[in-house]
DNA sequence: CGCTTATATAAGGCTCTCCTGATATAAAGA
DNA sequence: TCTTTATATCAGGAGAGCCTTATATAAGCG
C-alpha cells in the first residue's frame, strides 16, 4: 500500500488530524472517530495498524494504553513529490524572500506592531 | 473517490508526472505507461478517465488527439492538507526567509557569481 | 465512401480493502 | 486471584478498483 493509498481513507485522515495536536492514546482517538464516522473499536484499531505500519505513527505503551505520535516520514515524501507540481501553482521563491523582507522593513518602519490586527486587552 | 485515492495509483502518478513536463496526447502517454507497467491501451484510457473526472487534467480534442494537460486544483488541495503538518519537518517561514537573504548578501559580496559550481568553459 | 488511426466505453472477473462480531492479550484494581 | 479496562487480532463477507477482451465513436485519408 503507498503512502497515498494510507492518506486515501478518511478515518486515517482524521486520525492524523486529530495527531497533529500531540501525542493521544488509542482510546482518546477511538471515542472521537467512532462518533464521527460510526465504525467499530476493531476497525480503528485496523487504521492505527496501518498508519503504525506504513510509518505514519509511532506508539509507545504506558501501562495498558498505547500512545501514538504523528511520523512526519511518509507525509515528507509526499511533500516531496508534490513538489514537481508546485510551480503550477506557488510563486517562485526568490519573489516570496522578497514579499517576507517586504512586511519585515513595513512592520519595522511602523514600530513593532503585531503581524495581525488583534490589540492587546 | 478522494484525491488521495487518485494518486495512490502508480500508473495515475506517472501520467501526471509525465504531464508535469507540458501537455501530451493521450496516445504518447498511454505508450510510454503501456511500456512502463505493461498494461493495455483501455487500462490506460480508464486512468486518464478516473484523473479527468476528478480534476486532476483538462483535455482539448485536436482532430482524433486528445491533449491533456496538468490541472493543479486537486494538487492543491492536498498541498493545503499537509500544510497542517509540514510544521513537523519544516522550518518557521521566518527562519527561511533569513535564510535565502543570508544566500543573496554572500552572493552579492563575492561579485556575483553563479549559485552553483558550474563554470563557463 | 471504405479503411485506418486515435481514443473511449462496456462487460465481466479477480483481488484487495474495510467492515463487523467474536476473541485474545495484558495491565490494573478489588 | 478474579474482574474490568484498554487495545489488538482473527475470520469472514460486501463492495470497490483495476485489469482484460471486445466493441463503439469519430476524424483523417486514399
Known amino acids: 500500500m503507498h503512502a497515498f493509498d494510507v492518506l486515501g481513507d478518511p478515518v486515517r485522515?482524521?486520525?492524523?488530524?486529530l495527531?497533529?495536536?500531540g501525542e493521544q492514546p488509542a482510546g482518546a482517538l477511538g471515542e472521537t472517530v467512532r462518533r464521527e464516522f460510526g465504525i467499530s473499536q476493531p476497525a480503528v484499531s485496523q487504521h492505527l495498524k496501518v498508519l503504525r505500519e506504513h510509518g505514519f505513527t509511532t506508539v509507545r505503551a504506558v501501562g495498558t494504553r498505547?500512545?501514538?505520535?504523528?511520523?512526519?516520514?511518509?507525509l515528507r515524501e509526499i511533500d516531496a513529490w508534490l513538489?514537481?507540481?508546485r510551480r503550477f501553482?506557488?510563486?517562485?521563491?526568490?519573489?516570496l524572500a522578497t514579499e517576507l523582507a517586504r512586511g519585515r522593513r513595513e512592520?519595522?518602519?511602523r514600530g513593532n506592531e503585531p503581524d495581525d490586527e488583534r490589540t492587546n486587552p
Chains 1, 2 share one sequence.
Open 13 to 17: 485522515r482524521r486520525i492524523l488530524e
Open 66 to 74: 498505547r500512545l501514538y505520535a504523528v511520523d512526519p516520514g511518509p
Open 89 to 95: 501553482w506557488a510563486p517562485p521563491l526568490a519573489a
Open 107 to 109: 512592520r519595522r518602519l
Open 83 to 85: 513538489a514537481g507540481f
Open 19 to 21: 495527531l497533529a495536536a
